[in-house]
Structures are given as structure tokens and as C-alpha cells.
């Protein structure tokens, strides 16, 4: 199959720059389709990234060109180079090795707004729960690639933010990947209007270490124990892996659900 690059009939020449000779480039992670960051390119630029697959930009405050990464590590790996109706905007999909952001969050775009409520928000819901959009789950900036009642998985950026003094990722953020993807299955597979699900036992070895990237971490179903009246118990086993599959902690999570009724009589 061709390549977009084989394909595409964008060249430099054809794009529409602005009167400054640059043209804005929105950034986006090819798996997750996340919007990572945006920045100008000029025709010199564009010319490197398509040549060079990988992205460079043009600074307005430095006036130079720059190439995303070269002091952080972060690049980003090409996939694909779209361009707009318009051709004067430019979409680049990419690979991106460790965050986009500066602050050394995944992506630049981490801040909301505080929109206000409406009568009408319940017509936007869907159907699916968002599971990333939580607490400790959306601080990390874990993602969700896949999501079921028996198996799931999550993906976590490795920031500055999750690094021990030694610059590796720390135990305890592999731990609350391994964990959130574990309580994604367990959730998915409850009836929440009778139900609950709490985490009840972790056990985790690490085998290796990881300093920049991206983790991935699994959750498969091994066994369901019934416990009569006092719910069930749902052992799953779960895996943090590095981008190329290098195994980087394993172990088993212990889960249990518990019916409302039960855990009101267990509080009063």
C-alpha cells in the first residue's frame, strides 16, 4: 500500500502562507488522535519534516527554525501531513516520543475552561463512560486504548512528573497505571445501579525500567471468586509494558464488588 508520502500532493510550494511566509501546524498523536500541540511553519520548515520525517517548526520570538526534541529528547516521529480545504493549515500526525508540552505535559492543550452547566448537557452524554477524565487517571494523563468487562488497556506518557531522582519512571506511577486499568474492567462489568467496585489487593514486580516513552498497561480477567452475600472477588492480571513490548512490571490485582445494599448495612 502507498505511503501518504508516496500519495499526497502537497509540496511546500502549494501551501498558502501567511504574509510572514508561515503557515500554523496543528499537531496530533496518530494512535490516540489527541491533539498534542500547535506551532508555525515556513516553506524551509516544512520542507525538513517531509524530508527528514520528523517534525521542525519556525520560532516567531527566536526567529529560527527548531527541531522538536532536539534539547528535551521529545520528538515526534512523522506518520502522515495533511493539509486543510484551504491549504493554509496544515495537520501532521505523528509518533511522539515522550511529551509535547513544554511543562512536560502530554499535551500543550491540559487546561479547560469552566464552562457553565446546562439544561441541554444530557443530550451530549454518551453512551460509553469516559474512564480517563478523573482524579488521579486524568492527572497522569492516562488514555484509554481499550476498555471491556474482561480486558483493557491504558496508555501513560512518561513526564518529568512521574520520574524518581534517578530519572526513572517511579514504581508508584506504573502501579497507578496497572491499577486504573484494572478498575476500568472491574467497573465496566458492574451494575452500577446496585453495585460497587473498590481495588482490594495489589501485587506488582517490577522487572525493568523506563525513562522516556510512553507505558502501556493491561488488564485481562484471570479468575472471578464468589463470596455469597458478601459479593465477589475478581483477580485480574496485569502487565506495563514500554512501546516495543519490553515487559516492565507484572503482577495481579484484586478487586471486589460489593451491592449497595451490602456495603450500607457493612457502614451503618
Known amino acids: 500500500m502507498a505511503s501518504d508520502f508516496e500519495t499526497m500532493a502537497l509540496t511546500p510550494a502549494d501551501v498558502k502562507f501567511n504574509e510572514q511566509g508561515l503557515v500554523p501546524c496543528i499537531v496530533q498523536d496518530n494512535e490516540t488522535k489527541d491533539v498534542l500541540m500547535m506551532a508555525w511553519m515556513n516553506a524551509e520548515s516544512l520542507a525538513l519534516t517531509i524530508e527528514q520525517r520528523t517534525t521542525w517548526f519556525y520560532s516567531r520570538s527566536r526567529q529560527k527554525l527548531w527541531h522538536k526534541g532536539e534539547e528535551s529528547g521529545n520528538t515526534q516521529e512523522l506518520v502522515s501531513l495533511r493539509y486543510d480545504c484551504d491549504a493554509d493549515t496544515l495537520l501532521a500526525l505523528v509518533r511522539p516520543v515522550g511529551p509535547a508540552c513544554h511543562t512536560g505535559n502530554y499535551s500543550c492543550f491540559y487546561r479547560e475552561f469552566d464552562l457553565p452547566e446546562t439544561e441541554t448537557a444530557g443530550e451530549f452524554e454518551q453512551d460509553k463512560p469516559e474512564l480517563t477524565m478523573y482524579g488521579l487517571t486524568k492527572a497522569l494523563g492516562i488514555t484509554e486504548v481499550e476498555a471491556s468487562p474482561r480486558r483493557a488497556v491504558g496508555r501513560m506518557p512518561v513526564t518529568s512528573d512521574i520520574l524518581q531522582p534517578a530519572g526513572f519512571v517511579h514504581g508508584g506511577a506504573t502501579i497507578s497505571l496497572l491499577e486504573s486499568v484494572a478498575s476500568w474492567t472491574s467497573w465496566l462489568g458492574t451494575d452500577h445501579e446496585s453495585e460497587f467496585s473498590f481495588g482490594s489487593h495489589i501485587d506488582i514486580r ?53 451491592s449497595k445494599e451490602y456495603f450500607a448495612k457493612k457502614r451503618s
Not at 480477567?221 to 452475600?229: F, I, P, Q, T, Y
Not at 485480574?236 to 512490571?249: I, Y
Request: net charge neutral; aromatic share 8%.
Open 206 to 258: 517490577h522487572v525493568s525500567a523506563v525513562r522516556k516513552g510512553y507505558l502501556y498497561g493491561s488488564s485481562e480477567l484471570e479468575r472471578v471468586e464468589d463470596l455469597g452475600e458478601r459479593g465477589r472477588k475478581e483477580y485480574w492480571h496485569v502487565e506495563a509494558k514500554t512501546e516495543d513490548g519490553r515487559l516492565v512490571s507484572t503482577g495481579t490485582i484484586t478487586t471486589r464488588v460489593v
